[in-house]
């Protein structure tokens, strides 16, 4: 449904997340954010009306034969109804669809779907309440994993850096507290597309790094790791749990990469945790810019709820257009949203000085859909200020800037059916990232404080958020240059790496100034 007062909504998340505001953590609750945003009662009437006499025209019974509800803030009507009615009533024609890398239909890939190639109708009078419909002539676009393992082809490569393990993590980024193990405070993983897990894999790796024995508290959705596929989701919870001890975590599952339907389910959750990470997406340019605008207004919604979306980069370096040559840069969404802390990549050799590194494959650069948010605005024009930057002809200097920091992302040594497996990706930094403002809100809430929610105005004020990353280099393959790493914020690493210590002192500082 069409929302209402979208300017204002993001007007009223820069107020709650910037804690120069008097506003700072009073985020909304769901029914402040419906009274905000959703349309007029007379709006679903006007559908529902419609519904209940297009199908009474083909004989049907509307209570027999349709069922609607409405998300909680009422921007959403959920319709199911029979294929023969959907047809005629939205002059459709369906027919089953599966992807080309799915032609056998097997478990653990994409299922075939039921769609039609001919665009849905709707009578006149609808559009001015009707933003969109999916499920009818949209197809669902398959999101990357972010994962990086050896192949069949490359079973001995390595990416560079020394093995990660949670021992490393917790003494490079000074990670000296744990959780207080309530529920009161939470951290959640997004999973897409059949990626499951094994429980007995993350108590195995618990009792291997002598960690305290925890599982993964509520799965909203499916974990059938049997019939899916092993790799992303175990590293999410490994690691996740691993930086993060003590703290409540759940898992969001969908068996398609849904963003919106994921934002709905988060937002509509009893006490779903504060903290996400998703490590998830695609190239801007491959999706239909109105699915991407739509979800976009999802993170905002959540970052106005109080929830902390973090999001990996890609694991593409500067991406780009192009069959073969390198046409445009190409980042990556959600990681381009303004309203998500994007995550990308470094690596670690003790015998480099400084130690840390952004790594190549870091997924950086400027959006093409977005322009760049205010709370950047300084950060990035100090970097667009650096010599060597990429000729402009390839990114485009006044979007939205990724990533926004970054953690370790090489060589992490993951359980996988009992036998160690090792991942790299942005997908690995996002979590323990993730995980660390999990432990932040944790000292809050003991404190009776609220929890960070959307977090890029702080972040951005501190200028950094532990170590500054000065090297390191993204540059794609296919393309002439990257995007170099520099003092300050940069394209390859953000503002840095994290140092919990550093953290948990300059927030506390900073809130108790306001």
């Known amino acids: 449904m069409k929302q209402r007062n979208l300017e204002k909504l993001e007007s009223v998340l820069m107020s709650v ?8 953590g009073r985020h909304l609750s769901i029914e402040e954010l419906s009274e905000l945003i959703a349309p007029p009662k007379e709006a679903h009437d006007e559908v529902i009306a419609w519904l209940q006499e297009r199908v009474n025209s083909l004989g049907g019974s509307f209570s027999r034969h349709v069922q609607v509800r409405r998300n909680k803030v009422g921007d959403y009507m ?9 047809e005629n009533i939205f002059k459709v024609q369906f027919s089953h669809f599966s992807h080309r890398s799915d032609k056998t239909k097997k478990v653990g890939k994409t299922q075939a779907i039921l769609r039609s190639k001919i665009p849905y109708k709707l009578p006149t009078h609808l559009s001015q309440y009707v933003d969109s419909i999916t499920g009818l002539s949209d197809f669902p676009l398959l999101g990357t994993k972010y994962g990086r393992r050896p192949t069949a082809v490359e079973p001995l490569r390595k990416d560079p850096g ?19 193990n309530t529920q009161k405070n939470g951290q959640a993983l997004a999973e897409f597309e059949q990626e499951y897990f094994y429980e007995s894999d993350l108590n195995l790796f618990q009792q291997k790094h002598g960690l305290p024995v925890q599982n993964v508290s509520t799965i909203v959705g499916v974990n059938n790791p049997s019939s899916g596929v092993l790799g992303e989701a175990s590293l999410d919870v490994q690691y996740m749990m691993g930086v993060s001890v003590n703290v409540d975590t759940w898992v969001f599952s969908l068996d398609i990469f849904d ?49 902390s979306v973090f999001v990996a980069s890609g694991d593409y370096g500067t991406g780009h257009t192009g069959w073969i040559s390198c046409g445009k840069f190409a980042p990556e969404y959600p990681a381009t949203s303004p309203w998500v802390t994007t995550v990308g990549g470094t690596y670690l050799d003790p015998t480099q000085n400084p130690s840390e590194i952004g790594v190549d494959f870091s997924g950086g650069g400027f959006s093409s859909m977005f322009a760049r948010p205010s709370y950047q605005d300084d950060a990035v024009k100090a970097y667009l200020s650096t010599p060597n930057l990429p000729n402009q002809k390839y990114w485009n200097a006044s979007g939205r800037a990724i990533p926004d920091v970054s953690a370790l992302s090489t060589n992490y040594q993951v359980i996988i059916q009992t036998y ?41 004020k501190l200028k950094n958020v532990g170590f500054d990353i000065t090297s390191g280099n993204n540059q794609d393959p296919s393309c002439p240059a990257g995007f170099a790493a520099t003092e ?6 953000g503002l840095g790496s994290p140092d919990l210590d550093y953290l948990l002192n300059k927030i506390a500082s900073v809130l108790q100034k306001n």
Not at 78 to 86: D, G, I, K, R, W
């Open 17 to 24: 997340s910037d804690p120069d505001s008097e506003n700072y």
């Open 78 to 86: 959920f319709v199911c109804l029979p294929s023969y009615m959907a």
């Open 162 to 180: 020394i093995d990660v393990t949670p021992q490393v993590l917790t003494k490079l980024y000074n990670v000296k507290v744990r959780g207080d």
């Open 259 to 307: 963003l919106v339907n994921w934002a709905i389910n988060v937002s509509e959750t009893p006490g779903a945790p504060k903290v996400h990470s998703v490590s998830y997406g695609s190239p801007e340019s491959e999706y239909v810019p109105d699915d991407v605008f739509r979800s976009n207004k999802e993170f905002m919604k959540l970052g106005a709820l109080g929830f």
């Open 420 to 460: 160690n497996s090792p991942l790299s990706g942005t997908s690995a930094a996002t979590p323990v990232f993730a995980g660390l403002i999990a432990l932040v809100n944790d000292k809050l809430v003991k404190s009776g404080k609220p929890v960070l929610g959307f977090v890029n105005p702080l972040l951005y």
């Open 488 to 493: 300050g914020w940069d394209a390859v690493t």
